[in-house]
């Protein structure tokens, strides 16, 4: 397990909370919705239905509603922020108050469970306030007395299945409770006339009909929708796992990239330490081993020198192009930015190479298509690069071949090409050919020299500077290396 | 010539100061060791060479600059004017920066450094006798 220090987060809700804490908040919308559409129907009622209702007590009753969804909309903001302990406190209390703890989500963290107790408390107060407002319109006379199937279904979605239960009991009770406490005088009657007649209220049989079929609609809701629920809460459930467990595991990959990242980055700062360790006294070696070649030596030890000679120099190659190579891994380029005027630069390394080339019996030419400007980029790196591909082509290029160097504008910026009419690259080496060491086995048949580093140091220079190379060759015919580099004109 | 040329090398790396004596004595020149800075201003202090070869990564880089800088601001034409060729793999791969970090993109090194050239390691001979020659022959008064 990696854990790295400074992961740290604020305080959030548990992804489970908080698509309650959503869905609470979806209900008070909902609830200012209710608030406005029941005083529209109280104003069209009233002028159209010649009923006498309680106007005074139903306003008071509409405006207790809009008064606790205002509080809950407090509350809600306040549950939001978990680190705010104060009024998940007042929730909790307020909450056991009409859900006892059984009704509290088994299992859950404890921001869910406060979330539910929320919930239970806004439904409670609204069966309450449902009962109220019918109260003041009929009581069991009303046929809005099937609202309650609303609550049911708010519950079924947001609680659990015992919770739903609960509520449609609840539901029933205070219906019941207002039946009978107005069948028995302990509540005026607000009669709304029509089927019920004037003494249906008080009609017992007739009641406890309406009150069964109340409670029928009720429980049949409770049950269709806490099934409905529970399989849809189930497969959120599953898929709020399933993101949980994403999230973590990208987080854990981003944490092993990031190692990656630096590991790669000590073993080249390594390699270029071992590297930089081993040229100084490879040079005095070269040099000393140069000064006897210099000096007058019996064949067989002039012969045993230039052999050493020769090896400490491929060791030196190798040497320098690790350097190179490490650097170019290691040191952003950022911070070896300067200005180079690149067709200048190319120049001389078409220069450098010209005696080579002749050696080789190859041609070589250099082509600048690009304005000639000067461009921000490394130019240990980017002399590197164009020396790479260039020693390269004339390396495995037979005489009476041509090397083509070629600048010009591109996609990104500038484009250099390197063509030669060399003995190509197999198409199974492609896929290898910027490895570190790695040399194509026609390569090596050609030629022994050569370190294998050449091309992954240009790939390292071409991405230090934010660009690629591409390679199009064909076995007997040539090679053409393409770099497109990014690089910024200076004025 | 007609008194061998003294060479001061000012080098901390003694088997490449004892290969180059090999090869510049070999050729008449007089050669003269420093194996630090303190030492090689000493040595051209008191035997006021005609060359100083400088190998400028002893130990830190910092230090063969550093030793430039001293030998140029003394008063004394001596100083101002005795060819330094520096002796470095700063063509290759190294971190100095002798251009300026912005600017002009001038990058060549020793336009900034007042010395005479720079000789790559591994140093060849014969380029190092031109080299030297040349240095010595620009710097005859007249």
Known sequence: MIDLPGTGRPPTLPPAAAELVARVAWLIRLRWLAVVGVAVFFEVARRIFPVSLGLVPLYATLAALAAFNLLWVLVLHRLQQPQREGAARWVRALGRLVAPPVLEEAGADRETRDAALFANLQIAVDMVLLATLLHFAGGIENPFIVFFIFHVIIAAMLLSRLATYVHATLGLLLVAAVAFAEMH??????????????????????????????????????????????????????????????????????????????????????????????????????????????????????????????????????????????????????????????????????????????????????????????????????????????????????????????????????????????????????????????????????????????????????????????????????????????????? | MSTPARILIVDDDRDLVAALTMALSGRGFTVLAAHDPAAGQAVAEAERPDLILLDVMMPSATEGFHFVWQMRRRDEAYFREVPILIISAIHQQTELRFYPESGDGTYRAGEFLPVQGFIDKPIDPEDLIARVTHALELARPG
């Open chain 1, 185 to 491: 005088g302990l509540l005026r009657h607000w009669p709304l006339g029509g089927t019920w007649g004037p003494e249906g209220y008080r009609d017992l049989p007739l009641v406890v009909a309406q009150l069964f079929v109340l409670g029928a609609t009720l429980y049949l809701s409770a049950y269709m929708g806490t099934t409905v629920a529970g399989r849809m809460r189930r497969r959120e459930h599953e898929s709020l796992v399933l993101s949980g467990e994403l999230a973590h595991k990208a987080e854990i990959l981003e944490r092993i990239c990031n190692r990656l990242e630096q590991s790669e980055r000590a073993r080249s700062r390594y390699m270029r330490k071992v590297a930089h360790e081993l040229r100084g006294p490879l040079g005095t070696i070269q040099t000393a081993l140069k000064v006897v070649l210099a000096d007058t030596l019996p064949p067989s030890s002039r012969d045993m020198v230039g052999r050493a000679e020769r090896r400490a120099g491929e060791l030196a190659e190798v040497t320098q192009d690790l350097l190179a190579l490490s650097r170019a891994r290691d040191v952003a380029a950022e911070a070896a930015l300067t200005v180079v005027p690149l067709a200048e630069l190319a120049r001389e390394v078409v220069e450098e190479q010209r005696p080579v080339a002749n050696r080789a019996g190859v041609a070589l030419e250099l082509e600048i298509a690009e304005p000639g400007g000067r461009y921000r980029a490394d130019p240990q790196g980017i002399e590197q690069l164009l020396r790479n591909l260039l020693a390269n082509a004339i390396r495995y290029t037979p005489s009476g071949g041509r090397v083509t160097v070629r600048l010009a504008e591109g996609p990104a910026g500038v484009r250099v090409e390197v063509a030669d009419t060399g003995i190509g690259i197999p198409e199974e080496a492609l896929p290898r050919l910027f490895e570190e060491f790695y040399r194509a086995e026609n390569a090596r048949e050609f030629t022994p020299d050569g370190s294998g580093l050449g091309l992954a140091i240009v790939r390292a220079v071409a991405g230090q500077h934010g660009g690629y190379v591409t390679v199009a060759s064909e076995v007997g015919r040539g090679t053409t290396f393409t770099v497109e580099l990014p690089l910024e004109p200076v004025a």
